[in-house]
């Protein structure tokens, strides 16, 4: 079993940086694809970018390729969303996943789900 915790999530302005960080318990970590996903108020459970077990592979949702890049440390159990030139459509609550199965884009390919983390960018 995977424990998900997420952290680095604010206020920022639009242009602004943010990177998130999601702490992973268990030692089973690097068996895990995962992935990032964001929710905003009113709106479905959307796929932001997942990466492969080993970090060779990446995914991202169309909307923020060249701006977010995701990232793996199995030996500190981590995954991270570095998210540069902020919008304010970027704003949502932001969740880790691990999932057992390849990158995947759907959600219910995911076992396990940090509590998530808010993000807010003002225009």
């Known amino acids: 079993q995977v424990q998900l915790v997420e952290s680095g999530g604010g206020l920022v302005q639009a242009g602004g940086s943010l990177r998130l960080s999601c702490a992973a318990s268990?030692?089973?970590?690097?068996?895990?694809?995962m992935g990032w996903f964001r929710q905003a108020p009113g709106k479905e459970r959307e796929f932001v970018a997942g990466?492969?077990?080993?970090?060779?592979?990446?995914s991202y949702t169309d909307s923020v390729k060249g701006r977010f890049t995701i990232s793996r440390d199995n030996a500190e159990r981590a995954v991270y969303l570095q998210m540069n030139s902020l919008k304010p459509e970027d704003t949502a609550v932001y969740y880790c996943?691990?999932?057992?199965?390849?990158?995947?884009?759907?959600?219910?390919?995911?076992?396990?789900w940090g509590q998530g983390t808010q993000v807010t960018v003002s225009s």
């Open positions: 990466i492969s077990r080993s970090g060779g592979s990446t």
């Open positions: 996943a691990a999932g057992l199965s390849f990158i995947s884009g759907k959600a219910a390919n995911y076992d396990y």
């Open positions: 268990g030692r089973t970590f690097s068996m895990y694809s």
